[in-house]
């Protein structure tokens, strides 16, 4: 199915949002007052130069993105859907990477509590709004670089930041899984599984992400009764990480993260999805 046919409830999204920002608060507090929070703070992630101290400032940024601009005026930019904002944030990358390095020197350039309480006034931002009327405005909109969507929309992309940030905050600190809020993380799924629909429609493949999403893409035969030709069936986080480029689809289909049937099932040219 494409993206576009399916809708977030956004009391859904806000308590998603809400218990994610949550889960992260707490991760950062106990990797600040670890012993080692210093070391740790310098460690290295899986997202080029950055340290741990750039990833956690990075998602502060992300988290407070919507409070520190929620009264900015419109420009009359482009309607912008979630399809599109998947495929073109990518685009704005080294913006993104500026940012979080000016304010991991500014913001997070101290000692591990003053990160924790950093992070904090992000996180209590955010969840003011949450708690806020201009959410509940099923018109309100929300511009950002790449165009204007809805308020609704806007906290779903804040949904992505914050669960795929998590995982690579997981993956830096040696953690076997970041636990994830459950409707968070199924979102995020949905959203990523459709983007690939849009991309690359058609019925040929069908992308079975137990228990969250199924979709069929890829031009071919469309697939209507029966097993299909060809499937391919992942779990959630791994599908995350093909579609935000974590993870190589080679490497995932050898140690049978990734099940893939059918001579259409290889996926690899048409990811990541999500720079």
């Known amino acids: 199915m494409?993206?576009?046919?399916?809708?977030?409830?956004?009391?859904?999204?806000?308590?998603?949002?809400?218990?994610?920002?949550?889960?992260?608060?707490?991760a950062v507090h106990a990797l600040c007052a670890?012993?080692?929070?210093?070391?740790?703070?310098?460690?290295?992630?899986?997202?080029?130069?950055?340290?741990?101290?750039?990833l956690v400032a990075h998602l502060a940024v992300q988290l407070d993105w919507v409070p520190a601009h929620l009264d900015?005026?419109?420009?009359?930019?482009?309607?912008?859907?979630?399809?599109?904002?998947?495929v073109g944030v990518g685009t704005v990358a080294p913006l993104l990477d500026a940012g979080a390095r000016e304010h991991a020197a500014r913001e997070f350039g101290g000692d591990p509590a003053s990160v924790a309480a950093a992070f904090d006034r992000a996180a209590d931002a955010l969840l003011a709004v949450?708690?806020?009327p201009e959410v509940a405005d099923p018109q309100r909109r929300f511009e950002i670089r790449l165009g204007s969507m809805t308020l609704a929309d806007m906290l779903v992309t804040r949904l992505v930041e914050a669960v795929v940030h998590a995982d690579d905050l997981a993956d830096a600190l040696g953690l076997a899984a970041f636990p994830h809020d459950r409707q968070a993380l199924a979102a995020v799924t949905r959203l990523l599984a459709d983007a690939l629909a849009d991309r690359v429609p058609g019925g040929a493949v069908e992308l079975r992400v137990p228990p969250y999403a199924v979709v069929q893409a890829v031009e071919g035969p469309r697939h209507t009764r029966g097993?299909?030709?060809?499937?391919?069936?992942?779990?959630?986080l791994t599908w995350i990480r093909l579609a935000t480029?974590?993870?190589?689809?080679?490497?995932?289909?050898?140690?049978?993260?990734?099940?893939?049937?059918?001579?259409?099932?290889?996926?690899?040219?048409?990811l990541p999805l999500l720079g």
């Not at 670890?34 to 750039?54: H, Q, S």
């Not at 900015?72 to 399809?83: C, F, I, N, T, V």
């Not at 097993?227 to 959630?236: G, I, Q, R």
């Open 2 to 26: 494409p993206a576009k046919s399916r809708t977030y409830q956004p009391a859904k999204v806000r308590a998603a949002l809400a218990a994610q920002t949550g889960a992260l608060r707490d």
């Open 34 to 54: 670890a012993p080692d929070a210093e070391r740790l703070l310098a460690g290295p992630t899986r997202l080029g130069e950055w340290r741990v101290r750039e």
């Open 72 to 86: 900015d005026p419109l420009e009359g930019r482009p309607a912008l859907d979630l399809a599109r904002w998947v």
């Open 130 to 132: 949450l708690d806020g």
């Open 227 to 236: 097993t299909p030709p060809n499937v391919v069936e992942t779990d959630p």
């Open 245 to 270: 480029g974590r993870a190589d689809w080679a490497t995932a289909v050898d140690a049978a993260a990734v099940a893939a049937s059918g001579e259409r099932s290889d996926l690899r040219e048409y």
